[in-house]
């Protein structure tokens, strides 16, 4: 049963975009406090190899697992099942994992994602000399991340004129402890974005981050996550093995300065891909800029990528980060009478091509 199309005009559809526009700024308008206490988003890195090597430029790409934390409306796109994971150590001490995974149907794409950091924190205060005998802290913080998208296209005819318009949704829950001392805490909030294709080759992101966002402790007290809005978009040229990206964070509350990414990502060879960027991190209420570069290799729908982030303020928080992902990227199925025409033209139909059944095969 296929599913069912509203008809609309390509003027109208136009305005959808910019209701669509106004309401989600109201919303977080309308959920962001006058002031806050802010908690650590661990999603400041939680973004994939592949984006941080382009400067964490990428909100208007979200082609693949990664939409998961950058722009969950980039998975209605995505027409196959994906996953990603990827694990590096900030500051030296601090262990970062992230997994996500994707699994599109008929009625949208939904998508799952984990981000999780752990560090020695200290020692308990103790009124002996050695620390032999105290006892050790230890922090961890993570995130489970569950985001759904859909194209309006799919769902509305007579909109193509203008292009694909597509809408996303993700729910967080996350949580933070201490080892070795009694303290905890919980908390939520929610996402909202949306990603516009005019043409194939240009494409234009929005995600409104940590809509309602709040962490709630043990002890009571509270802690909001900083509502933020990131924009951003993306050209392909060169038959679309050259992508250049620009990403903005503006903060809704508060004094955080406008934070700009930008990056590129090169493909020379089928197999190869090269990336390099320029990332910028809010430093009280200015921004510094620091460099990124990125190495990919593409074989068979599996895609190894690293990254390198330089941190010109603190040396050692230079990082390196390695993911691994898989996306099957099945072109077409081919029935066994069109095989044997093909062949028969070509001269080399043989009796072994009456057995043959349907060939998948990747692009």
């Avoid at 699994?103 to 984990?114: C, L, M, Q, S």
């Avoid at 090169?266 to 960027?277: D, Y």
Wanted: with cysteine.
């Amino acid at each position: 049963m296929g599913t069912r199309r509203f008809k609309i005009s390509g003027f109208n559809f136009l305005y959808i975009i910019i209701v669509v526009v106004i309401t989600l700024s109201v919303l977080v308008a309308i959920s962001a406090p006058a002031q806050a206490k802010d908690s650590l988003d661990l999603r400041v890195v939680g973004i994939g190899a592949r984006s941080l090597g382009m400067g964490k430029a990428g909100v208007a790409l979200a082609d693949d697992s990664n939409a998961v934390f950058i722009n969950p409306a980039g998975l209605a796109y995505q027409k196959n099942w994906s996953a990603t994971c990827m694990s590096t150590k900030l500051m030296e001490r601090v262990d970062y994992k992230l997994v996500a995974g994707t699994y599109h149907t008929d009625y949208g794409t939904f998508g799952i994602g984990y981000i999780g950091a752990t560090t020695p924190g200290g020692y308990l205060t103790t009124n002996k000399a050695s620390l032999s005998s105290a006892v050790p802290i230890g922090y961890g913080s993570s995130q489970i991340i569950v985001s759904y998208a859909r194209s309006l296209n799919e769902l509305i005819s007579g909109t193509s004129i203008l292009g694909d318009l597509s809408l996303g949704v993700s729910a967080k829950v996350l949580a933070n402890n201490f080892s070795g001392y009694s303290a905890a805490a919980s908390g939520q909030s929610c996402d909202f974005a949306l990603l516009f294709k005019p043409r194939k080759n240009i494409s234009f992101g929005l995600n409104l981050m940590n809509l309602g966002g709040n962490v709630n402790w043990a002890n009571g007290s509270s802690e909001d996550l900083a509502s933020k809005s990131k924009v951003g978009t993306v050209i392909k040229l060169l038959d679309d093995k050259l992508l250049l990206a620009v990403d903005a964070d503006l903060a809704i509350i508060g004094n955080s300065p406008l934070l700009i990414h930008g990056g590129l990502e090169w493909t020379p060879l089928s197999l190869i891909v090269l990336r390099a960027g320029l990332d910028q991190s809010a430093l009280g209420s200015s921004a510094v800029t620091n460099l990124t570069g990125g190495l990919g290799i593409k074989l068979a729908g599996f895609s190894f990528d690293y990254a390198y982030q330089q941190d010109s303020k603190l040396s050692g928080n230079s990082s390196h980060y390695f993911s691994l992902s898989f996306q099957p990227t099945f072109v077409e199925e081919i029935a066994a009478k069109e095989i044997k025409s093909e062949l028969k033209v070509a001269g080399n139909q043989t009796n072994s091509n009456n057995s043959f059944g349907v060939l998948t095969y990747y692009k």
